[in-house]
């Protein structure tokens, strides 16, 4: 429905003559409104309507704000003095006040309140308002953050002007702070802190202003509230990428310079949403870690997942594929607690057609009880090395590789042990999850050499069809 459509269904829901049929009606069209804000919105309808002290909706949401309520009074305003005492008799529960259009204009009500509710941490809004988000919402990415942040916790009067004033303010807060423009950056911040309350002011001025450091800006340039260490908090990670799909790519590579892998690892997600595809994979030159070990394990039967996809599980970040888990890790300790079915190596055969486009400095190969090493001569690869060719093809056919130290596309090097299935950066250097895919990942399972662990085709298409 259009702001007018609901505007009119209200007031005709507001004078059913049946009173039961009005309360459901109205209750029914407001829950409507509010999760075309935000559909991950689970709203409970409560047996009270206009009551002094009792909410009207609770709203929460799943996941990591699952123990986040807040609490919607449904109000007729009669008068702005009465439309004041109400606001103020249940202020200390922070709540959404709504104002009910009857076909009475809200605006000298809702002006009533503004400074108060501001203040004491209470939305008050009507349909208007509440629409208008909802709108802002499909056209705008970040809109989307604004707008759920102001259900969590928005504060002061929110008609239509003021949802579309602080949508478009903050979004282009946003594009400015990837050019690291102080002064329309300053305004983003400025509108979230008079709209927001502190918790959700803090979360959205964190994600500004990792932008603005990835964009070159400088920490001391910050028109805002400077978090020292750059980092995203867990939680707002968290809430950021269980949250709707923002099909971004500038804003995911702005915002992946203060994110790590040992950060996504201690995440509590679930699934594979889509924005930890877009954040990983726009960022796949940029995470590192130093270990990978690969699991042996199959999608369940009839599941629709597209793979290859990213998730956190086991307390690391995976990439999960048909027949197989990567779990990488920044501290190889981090990964010992999984463990993979043990393995034979590899024969001559797979060794080669694993390593095509790939330089394999060394191998070891072991053939019954005995082992022994082979190492490439200037920058040829192993499998060119003389000592290897001279070897009887008898003899080749009964080795197995047992390791071997590839180059990564990046020029480092790592060590693959073909038995425990994981792999090791050589002294400290930091590998790239670029370079684990393009290197190590192959040698490690038999996989299509195309696989990136680009976003899944169904995440994409979710995105679409939005």
Known sequence: MSAIDYAAALRDALYDPNPESSVR???????RELQDVDPRLDIKNTEYFNHTFSP????????????????????LP???????????????????????????DLSASLNAVSRFSRENNVLVTDVHGIDRLARNRKTRNIANLVSSALIRGGRGVMDSVGAETLSSTVSDGFEAARAADAEVTASAVQALDSYLAPAQSQQMTQFLQAVWISSQGRIEGFPGPKQLSGEIG???????????????????????????????SRLKVTDAPANLQYLVTENLDRLWSRQMKVATGELTLGSEAEIPEWTIQRESLCLRGSDYFAFFAQNAANLRHIKSSKAYGLTMTEIRQRSRGIHLRELKLRTGVESFTVEAEGSSSVLEAESLSALPGSYLAKTRVVRAT????????????????DATAITSARISLEDWLGSALPLLWDIPRETTGRPSARNEQEEEDR
Do not use: M
């Open 25 to 31: 009606r109205t209750k029914d069209l407001v829950i």
């Open 406 to 421: 590839a180059e990564t596309p990046g020029g480092q090097e790592v060590n693959c042990d073909f038995l425990e299935r």
């Open 234 to 264: 867990d939680e707002s990670l968290e809430y950021l990428l269980q949250f709707d799909p923002i099909n971004d790519p500038e804003f995911w590579r702005a915002f992946g310079a203060s994110v790590t892998v040992e950060q996504l």
């Open 56 to 75: 009207d909706l609770v709203l929460s949401w799943p996941g990591v704000a699952k123990r986040l309520k807040r609490y919607v009074f449904l109000r």
């Open 78 to 104: 009669d008068s702005p003095s009465y439309f004041a005492e109400d606001v103020e008799t249940v202020s200390e529960l922070h709540p959404i006040v709504y104002g009910l259009d009857g076909g009475t």
